[in-house]
């Protein structure tokens, strides 16, 4: 895996080792629909949760997951992502959280933001995503307070729907 990994560096010119959670300027716009956003800008998950490298994935190597798609370098990452996505699956759908609900304020009222580039950070076994480099260091200022309104914002959006309280819903727990 290595041995390929560094073939398509060469091959590429691009950088593949990055400290996870560093940030870099390389933005790229997201497609314009839910079904054709891409996960960490095509970066493999696997790659980037178990060897700490951003890689560009190959689309013959996809997977989707809670509508997103996801690429990987091989065969061989997409299994091991296939058998446990949550593990390397992006929070919140790659919502950035710390844009789109704050930690104040109202939390139906927020525009949804997206992460681009490779702002990202891992907490609590999860990889969240951010729109900018401001932002992600927001986050690791407060990492627990931003996952907790992003939560709630969730179980909000939950309630609406059902037009029951999750207490209704799931009056045993």
């Given at each position: 895996m290595?041995?390929?990994?560094?073939?398509?560096?060469?091959?590429?010119?691009?950088?593949?080792?990055?400290?996870?959670?560093?940030?870099?300027?390389q933005?790229?716009p997201?497609?314009?629909?839910?079904?054709?956003?891409?996960?960490l800008?095509?970066?493999?998950?696997?790659?980037?949760?178990?060897?700490?490298?951003?890689?560009?994935?190959?689309?013959?190597?996809?997977?989707?997951?809670?509508?997103?798609?996801?690429?990987?370098?091989?065969?061989?990452?997409?299994?091991?992502?296939?058998?446990?996505?949550?593990?390397?699956?992006?929070?919140?759908?790659?919502?950035?959280?710390?844009?789109?609900?704050?930690l104040?304020?109202?939390?139906?009222?927020?525009?949804?933001?997206?992460?681009?580039?490779r702002?990202?950070?891992?907490?609590?076994?999860?990889?969240?995503?951010?729109?900018?480099?401001?932002?992600?260091?927001?986050?690791?200022?407060?990492?627990?307070?931003?996952?907790?309104?992003?939560?709630?914002?969730?179980?909000?959006?939950?309630?609406?729907?059902?037009?029951?309280?999750?207490?209704?819903?799931?009056?045993?727990?």
């Amino acid at each position: 895996m290595i041995a390929r990994a560094s073939f398509f560096v060469i091959a590429t010119g691009l950088i593949v080792a990055f400290t996870w959670g560093n940030a870099t300027s390389q933005d790229s716009p997201l497609p314009s629909t839910s079904k054709d956003r891409i996960a960490l800008d095509g970066d493999c998950c696997v790659s980037a949760v178990e060897l700490n490298a951003y890689v560009k994935g190959e689309d013959r190597f996809t997977s989707r997951w809670r509508g997103l798609r996801y690429l990987f370098l091989s065969e061989e990452e997409k299994v091991v992502f296939d058998s446990n996505p949550e593990k390397y699956a992006i929070a919140f759908g790659g919502l950035d959280i710390v844009a789109t609900y704050g930690l104040d304020g109202p939390l139906d009222k927020n525009e949804k933001t997206y992460g681009v580039g490779r702002h990202t950070d891992r907490f609590e076994n999860r990889t969240y995503h951010f729109a900018n480099e401001a932002n992600f260091r927001l986050f690791t200022k407060n990492r627990s307070g931003y996952v907790l309104r992003a939560q709630q914002a969730a179980y909000s959006n939950v309630e609406k729907k059902r037009g029951k309280t999750l207490a209704e819903l799931y009056p045993e727990k």
